[in-house]
C-alpha cells in the first residue's frame, strides 16, 4: 500500500484556480493507478478525474472537461490536480486515491476501485 497526502486546498474566489498535489510514499509510485475524488457536505463522493498508471490515459467527469486536468510526477511521487475556472459548486473535501494497477491500463472511477486514500483537502470556492 501507499501513504497519500494531499496538499494545495483553500479558498479561492469564483473564477480563480487552485492546484492540489497528491504525494505518496511507501510503493512504487508508478505501478499505481490514480483517481481525485470530492465530497461536498451530505452529497456522495465522486470522481471528478482519473489517470492510468502510465499516464497514457485519463477520465475527466464532464462537468470537469476543460477546467481540470491530471498529471503524475512519477519522479516525485506525485500526482497532481490543476483546477481553473473554478465555480462554487466545487467546493468540497478533495481525496487522491491509489490503486495498484501494473499490467493493465484501466481506468477506475469508482471509490470501491481505491484501497489507498488520503486524507482529504478543502476547497472552498467564493462567489
Known amino acids: 500500500q501507499v501513504q497519500l497526502v494531499e496538499s494545495g486546498g483553500g479558498l479561492v474566489q469564483a473564477g480563480g484556480s487552485l492546484r492540489l498535489s497528491c504525494a505518496a510514499s511507501?510503493?512504487?509510485?508508478?505501478?499505481?493507478?490514480v483517481g481525485w475524488f470530492r465530497q461536498a457536505p451530505g452529497k456522495e463522493r465522486q470522481c471528478v478525474i482519473a489517470?492510468?498508471?502510465?499516464?497514457?490515459?485519463?477520465y475527466v467527469a464532464d462537468s470537469e472537461k476543460g477546467r481540470f486536468t491530471i498529471s503524475r510526477d512519477n519522479a516525485k511521487n506525485t500526482v497532481y490536480l490543476e483546477m481553473n475556472s473554478l465555480r462554487p459548486e466545487d467546493t468540497a473535501v478533495y481525496y487522491c486515491?491509489?490503486?495498484?494497477?501494473?499490467?493493465?491500463?484501466?481506468?477506475?472511477?469508482?471509490?470501491?476501485?481505491?484501497?489507498?486514500w488520503g486524507q482529504g483537502t478543502q476547497v472552498t470556492v467564493s462567489s
Open positions: 486515491a491509489a490503486k495498484f494497477a501494473v499490467g493493465g491500463s484501466t481506468l477506475y472511477t469508482s471509490s470501491n476501485n481505491y484501497g489507498c
Open positions: 511507501g510503493r512504487t509510485f508508478s505501478n499505481y493507478a
Open positions: 489517470i492510468n498508471w502510465t499516464g497514457t490515459q485519463t
